[in-house]
């Protein structure tokens, strides 16, 4: 089941903050986050687990709260290198791959 | 440390032509998947492989087919090439599931 990603879209002046939601109406095991900048591939941002703490990287953080199967994207001090299309994909742990949300675009602007 | 190959990047199909998009891993990772992606959509599973010698379907397989002869290579093949398969097919690649996803290029891919 795809997970629901909000906002669908955000514009952000240079360092600013933003968040980016995910959701599922399923159990979750994992919630992966990636960024995809147009034309190109996705990249992998970082990986929450089920039991596990909120994950960092640089100004890029992120939670995991398992009961309201739920996750957020947290960007802080955002820089233009931040631009581009936030993918959320969600695991129930049943040994599938991942379901992708639709994806948030965010646009940093000067 | 080449990652996740994909071939071709670009490629136009008539209705009804076949072809097969390559995917080859170098990172010796177990977990191979494909999923096609259309504007709006996100990325949508259609087919995976947890090993050399199985596969399984994704969300949408219809008109699709893959094998995995080796751990390197998973290779997807369209049948009878239909306008609705247009899209941009991206492979990834992963060591053990739960890891995180390595993306090949992607191959965007039209049928007129």
């Known amino acids: 089941q795809q997970p629901v990603q909000s906002p669908q879209a955000v514009i952000l002046r240079e360092g600013e903050d933003a968040v980016i939601n995910c959701s599922s109406s399923k159990a979750l095991y994992s919630v992966h986050w990636y960024r995809q900048k147009h034309g190109e591939a996705p990249v992998f941002l970082m990986i929450?687990?089920?039991?596990?703490e909120q994950k960092g990287h640089e100004k890029i953080s992120a939670s995991f709260n398992e009961k309201k199967q739920q996750s957020s994207l947290y960007l802080t001090a955002s820089q233009l290198s931040y631009s581009g299309t936030y993918f959320c994909?969600?695991?129930?742990?049943?040994?599938?791959?991942?379901?992708f949300g639709k994806g948030t675009s965010l646009l940093v602007t000067p | 440390n080449a990652g996740v190959t994909q071939t071709p990047k670009f490629r136009i199909l008539k209705i009804g032509q076949s072809m097969t998009l390559q995917c080859t891993q170098d990172?010796?990772?177990?977990?191979m998947y494909w999923y096609r992606q259309d504007p709006g959509m996100g990325l949508k599973l259609i087919y995976y492989?947890?090993?050399?010698?199985?596969?399984d379907k994704g969300e949408v397989p219809n008109g699709y087919n893959v094998s995995r002869s080796t751990t390197e290579d998973f290779p997807l093949r369209l049948e009878l090439a239909a306008p609705s398969q247009t899209s941009v097919y991206f492979c990834?690649?992963?060591?053990?599931?739960?890891?995180?996803?390595?993306f090949g290029s992607g191959t965007r891919l039209t049928v007129v």
């Open positions: 492989s947890v090993g050399a010698g199985i596969t």
């Open positions: 994909g969600t695991e129930g742990g049943s040994g599938y791959a991942l379901n």
């Open positions: 990834a690649s992963s060591y053990v599931e739960g890891d995180g996803y390595t």
């Open positions: 929450l687990l089920k039991g596990g």
């Open positions: 990172m010796n990772h177990n977990y």
